[in-house]
Nanobody, 126 residues
């Protein structure tokens, strides 16, 4: 019933920036945490960043710390990921995820999140 939809992916040179968006459709989903994950070909899905929707408290994977910023606009039901200083290692499909379950939201545990978008592709060239 609840749906998430990502957008904003594309191709960029190393050092460039992109901003991803994720819109939550419907009024039945009251999220506790929302997160960004990514998956490169042949690799496991990797947690990127997580945010508590009520407080706005964020957490980041070490690989993106200082370069990426997660934020949300609850009125617009939109989650954002501002990606700066992009590296080729950031190339992946990026997924938006959400959970309604109260508790800690680890940035690396994909199983914590029950709702997922279909992904948006990010390609970073050297």
């Amino acid at each position: 019933q609840a749906q998430l939809a990502e957008s904003g992916g594309g191709s960029v040179q190393a050092g460039g920036s992109l901003r991803l968006s994720c819109v939550a459709y419907g009024n039945t989903l009251r999220t506790y945490c929302m997160a960004w994950f990514r998956q490169a070909p042949g690799k496991e899905r990797e947690g990127v960043a997580v945010i508590y929707t009520d407080t706005g408290s964020p957490a980041y994977a070490a690989s993106v710390q200082g370069r990426f910023t997660i934020s949300r606009d609850n009125a617009k039901k939109t989650l954002y990921l501002q990606m700066n200083s992009l590296k080729p290692e950031d190339t992946a499909d990026y997924y938006c995820a959400a959970t309604t379950v109260v508790g800690n939201c680890p940035v690396t545990r994909a199983s914590r999140y029950a709702y997922w978008g279909h992904g948006t592709q990010v390609t970073v060239s050297s």
